[in-house]
């Protein structure tokens, strides 16, 4: 069985992540979206919560939810995955995508990273404007599924 991982924070998640994950799920056997809990990074939702608005967003017997606090490739190694997918926006995403995949490569070298490129109307989106445009009370809608938006409007709304 061939298992890919889609790692990222989905803080939270978009209707862009969702399209990488769904055809992420058309080449694999089985993707784990993987939420990475890096304290580093301050998120607005809980690694709970962005979680609960995965499972809100996902109904495939084929995509599991899990979540991480470590290395990426030792998490691969664990559950026997052969690739990273991540999706690519803009140059922009490629520069430190392209560092990602040499170092997770040179440290476990079984594990292949894909990259599959955004959706046109998917370019531009990233949870971070999200939130922005939310805090600012516009509507969130057009980027992400209709079953978490009051979710994200109660969190963010006036978040500035
Ligand atoms: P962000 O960059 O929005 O904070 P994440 O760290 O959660 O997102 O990203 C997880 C993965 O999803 C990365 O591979 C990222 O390139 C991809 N991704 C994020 N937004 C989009 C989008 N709009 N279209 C395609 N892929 C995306």
Request: net charge neutral; proline share 3%; with cysteine.
């Amino acid at each position: 069985m061939k298992i890919a991982i889609c790692p990222g924070s989905f803080d939270p998640v978009t209707l862009g992540h969702l399209d990488i994950i769904e055809r992420a799920s058309e080449l694999f056997d089985k993707v784990i979206v993987l939420v990475m809990n890096n304290s580093t990074k301050r998120c607005a939702f809980s690694v709970d919560e962005r979680i609960e608005l995965l499972k809100k967003c996902i109904d495939s017997p084929k995509i599991e939810i899990d979540t991480y606090s470590g290395l990426l490739v030792n998490y691969a190694k664990a559950k026997g995955a052969v690739a990273i997918v991540k999706g690519l926006r803009a140059v922009s995403d490629f520069d430190y995508e392209f560092q990602q995949a040499l170092i997770n490569k040179s440290l476990f070298g079984k594990i292949e990273t894909v990259f599959l490129t955004a959706k046109g109307e998917n370019m531009f989106l990233s949870s971070s404007m999200v939130k922005e445009v939310c805090s600012l009370d516009g509507d969130i809608s057009p980027f992400v599924p209709k079953a978490i938006v009051e979710d994200i409007n109660l969190r963010c709304k006036g978040e500035k």
